[in-house]
């Protein structure tokens, strides 16, 4: 979605401002822009469509420079991707820029025009500009006039703003969308998401729901939704072993898909011992509430929802705990019927997906046992609102198309179902097993991944290519499902997935020799079944493409190849085959020619409904 970065210092902040727009690009990136004040001067404000590169060469052309300041970057809710729809909004002295949705933009801006101000754009912010400034215009207190706008906005924000009669404070609030604040030396900043800030500071805020602050380069006021001044302790960033930027790698995410040895590493780090699972990883009592889990409920968001679906073949298979999964969109607006002990467990890279967040609040009132996160970012709002939390560590993952936080995911996941067994069962075969498959899961990801060459020359054979089918059967449909989301995000192409055993029932009429076949056959109790279905497809002249165990025999042909993988514990299975899969898709946006790190249409982290 959008992100926000603001700043203020002796020094010029146009750099902190542009280097943070950079590093908030992957949220969102129609247009972006900045405003800033240097004393004795009014507001300046350059704004640009496209990417932040665009805004830079407004800025060579026009620059900007300035003491206070805030900068946008947008993916556009209301109103088209265009210059004059783009973040800062100004009204008489003040910038404001937004993340979120202003849900009762309509009225008010239909209240405001009566009032005789003047809209440039379609945006629902602007209505929160001109609010500002219509409340700042009845007492010239910037303070108040922010509370009654707050008080009188609906929906999801995290707003910035600044006043050419304030050149040295910077205001900001959150309800519903992120942001923090970064404590530097004489100097502070805000941003949507610490990586923001991380050349400037790793001191950070975190503003609750409802909270605002007035920042000055040397004083941090907030208030919570109360009104009451709050201490919002500052807590360091920890950095990992991941770093920021592309390195030797030509997209970010081609450099995800090789750091997954190391982020499933660092995710499992104190989390096994020899032959059982760490439980006390979830806090002392762990033990007894998780023996307490009686019914689970997975909630998630795209490929979150992915790891999901995996994971309720887990959980049932080896727990015996009945598991349902439910995309968080649909899950916030229905009435969900809740067994008595039942896990409410919240699946999200960022854990700031606006409809996810949305179903932990819900399922508050609804009779759970308790909240679990699986969460890639540990000050995120969807870790700190849920009871439990199970963190992975991939590191930050800025491709859009989500690769190492997946595969962490399912660590995570398999990790947690392990851990529900052994609290039930005790130190069996099962749990050991899991664990000796979960460690040797680092090396033969690290072999998988050495099939990039042969998948390389694969993806050729889709550059002509319009639609894909993706089959796979139990723990493996879910990843095919996960497959085609990845070809369909960045090269574009339509594709579906199927549970193999469905084929018949309608998906195979599309199949000829223009449909590439896609199939994920693992050696598992259902491959027989599988090769059934394939046959279907041969004979009707597709074209199969099979990920499958190096140990089966292979029948290729010129309308079929088989790519080995090496043989791995069943329950692994699914994430080792995720990788040819992301790596397949990568390939083939290249031969077509997109924009792998940031496909048309998608932002990474979605903070609106
Ligand atoms: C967006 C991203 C996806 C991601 C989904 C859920 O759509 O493009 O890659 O899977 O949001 O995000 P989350 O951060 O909740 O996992």
């Known amino acids: 979605m959008c992100g926000i970065v603001g700043a203020i210092a002796q020094r010029n902040i146009t750099p902190i401002l542009l280097e943070g727009l950079r590093r908030l690009e992957y949220r969102g990136y129609d247009s972006a822009g900045v405003a800033v004040i240097a004393a004795g001067k009014g507001i300046q404000r350059v704004r640009a469509a496209g990417k932040v590169i665009e805004l830079e060469n407004s800025l060579d052309a026009l620059p900007a420079n300035g003491h206070l300041g805030i900068a946008h970057t947008r993916w556009a809710t209301h109103g088209k991707p265009a210059e004059h729809n783009a973040h800062p909004h100004v009204s008489h002295g003040l910038a404001v820029v937004h993340n979120g949705i202003i849900e009762n933009h309509a009225p008010l801006r239909k209240r405001l025009k009566d009032l005789g101000y003047v809209f440039t754009s379609e945006t629902d912010t602007e209505v929160v500009a001109h609010l500002l400034a219509h409340h700042y215009a009845e007492n010239n207190e910037l303070l108040a006039a922010l509370r009654a706008t707050l008080a009188e906005i609906h929906g999801a924000y995290a707003l910035a703003v600044i006043h050419e009669d304030q050149p040295e404070t910077l205001y900001c609030s959150r309800m519903g969308s992120p942001l923090v604040v970064g404590e530097g030396s004489e100097e502070r900043y805000i941003a949507s998401d610490p990586l923001a800030l991380l050349q400037v500071t790793d001191c950070f805020r975190y503003l609750e729901e409802g909270d605002y602050a007035r920042l000055t380069m040397n004083t941090c006021e907030i208030w919570d939704r109360n009104h009451q001044v709050v201490d919002r302790p500052i807590k360091r960033y920890e950095h990992s072993a991941h770093s920021l930027d592309k390195g030797e790698y030509r997209h970010f995410m081609l450099k995800e898909i090789f750091e997954q040895p190391l982020a499933i590493s660092e995710t499992l780090a104190s989390t096994l011992g020899n032959d059982h699972v760490l439980t006390a990883l979830l806090g002392p009592d762990a033990e007894t509430r998780l023996a307490d889990v009686a019914n689970i409920h997975i909630v998630a968001c795209g490929t979150s929802y992915h790891a999901g679906l995996v994971a309720r073949y887990w959980i049932e298979a080896q727990a015996g705990i009945p598991c349902q999964v439910e995309v968080a969109s649909e899950y916030r607006y229905r009435t969900v019927v809740v067994p008595a002990n039942t896990l409410l467990i919240t699946i999200s890279q960022s854990g700031e997906t606006a409809d996810t967040l949305a179903a932990l609040r819900y399922s508050k009132n609804q009779g759970y046992l308790s909240s679990l996160a699986i969460c890639n970012v540990a000050g995120s709002s969807l870790v700190r609102e849920a009871d439990w939390r199970l ?209 048309r249409n998608l932002a990474k982290s979605v903070t609106v409904e």
């Open 391 to 599: 963190l992975t560590h991939a590191g930050p993952e800025i491709g859009v198309a989500s690769t190492k936080a997946f595969t962490t995911q399912l660590v995570a996941l398999l990790w947690l179902t392990t851990a529900l067994v052994q609290v039930r069962n005790g130190i069996t075969e099962q749990v050991t097993n899991n664990v000796r498959a979960l460690r040797s899961l680092p090396d033969v990801i690290a072999q998988a991944l050495t099939l990039e060459p042969r998948i390389t020359l694969l993806a050729e054979r889709f550059a002509n290519k319009h639609h894909a089918l993706f089959l796979g059967r139990g723990t493996h449909y879910p990843i095919a499902m996960e497959g085609a989301l990845k070809l369909k995000e960045i090269s574009y192409i339509h594709a579906e997935a199927y549970a193999a055993g469905e084929l018949k029932h309608g998906p195979l009429a599309l199949v000829d020799e223009d449909m590439p076949v896609v199939s994920v056959a693992p050696s598992d109790s259902l491959l027989e079944k599988l090769k059934s279905n394939l046959e279907e497809v041969r004979a009707r002249g597709g074209q199969l493409i099979t990920f499958a165990c190096e140990t089966i025999e292979q029948t290729d042909d010129a309308n079929h190849e088989t790519i080995g993988l090496p043989w791995v514990e069943e329950c692994i299975s699914p994430i080792l085959y995720t990788i040819p899969l992301q790596l397949l898709s990568y390939h083939v946006a290249l031969v077509k020619g997109t924009d792998v790190d940031k496909p």
